[in-house]
């Protein structure tokens, strides 16, 4: 039982290029969440999918796209990345009312 | 969403309880009390949740105050391991509730 999967680990990016974080679960859980976490700082909702086929903002959504693929999948998108969107994003998952979320390992993003 | 109010930093012996507060004070009736604790970088790793009754588990005790409006988190044996930050969030329990997370308490277990 993997639990949440995210790939990449690491990623370098150029400012404006492009690039998806992808996330799978396997415990069937319905919702689904994306975090950002600076240095020094607790970690910020972007976008969070309570159930399959639907997405919502969170604090910090600018500068950020996702697509619930299915139940299990759960993107993150950065169209233009910029130095600002140097993080690490974790991505986690809950299932039924009043049951704990589960995280991922993380990705760490530089953008240079 | 209710927000927490928790201390930036505690220490504690290593073999003592661990003892970490939190304030909610604008907790509402269906949001529940959770914590969860970041070791290094990693992934947060849930600890316990409850709403209105002390709740115990391996790893740790919540008590909830009667007023709901504060709760503290209890370490019975703290190790060196327990070293991490701790965040008390309050959530929904409705299916898809948010975890807002906080600044968080930086435990550090000393020998």
């Known amino acids: 039982n993997a639990g949440v999967t995210q790939t990449p680990k690491f990623q370098v990016l150029k400012t404006g290029q492009s690039m998806t974080l992808q996330c799978a679960q396997d415990m069937n859980h319905n919702s689904m969440y994306w975090y950002r976490q600076d240095p020094g700082m607790g970690l910020r909702l972007i976008y969070y999918?309570?159930?399959?086929?639907?997405?919502d903002k969170g604090e910090v959504p600018n500068g950020y796209n996702v697509s619930r693929l299915n139940k299990r999948e759960f993107s993150l998108r950065l169209e233009s990345a910029a130095p600002s969107q140097t993080s690490v994003y974790f991505c986690?998952?809950?299932?039924?009312?009043?049951?704990?979320?589960?995280f991922g390992q993380g990705t760490r993003l530089t953008v240079v | 969403d209710a927000k927490t109010t928790q201390p930036p930093s505690m220490d504690c012996a290593e073999g003592r309880a661990a003892n970490l507060p939190c304030n909610h004070s604008?907790?509402?009736?269906?949001?529940?009390v959770y914590w969860y604790r970041q070791i290094h970088s990693q992934g947060p790793q849930y600890i316990i949740h409850g709403l209105k009754n002390n709740e115990t588990n391996e790893m740790a005790s919540l008590i909830i105050t009667e007023d709901r409006k504060s709760s503290t988190l209890i370490l019975p044996h703290a190790t060196l391991r327990d070293t991490a930050v701790y965040y008390c969030i309050v959530r929904t329990g409705k299916e898809g509730g948010k975890l807002i997370f906080g600044q968080g308490t930086e435990l550090s277990v000393k020998p």
């Open positions: 604008t907790i509402s009736g269906n949001e529940y």
């Open positions: 986690a998952s809950s299932g039924h009312q009043n049951t704990e979320a589960f």
């Open positions: 999918s309570a159930s399959e086929g639907t997405t």
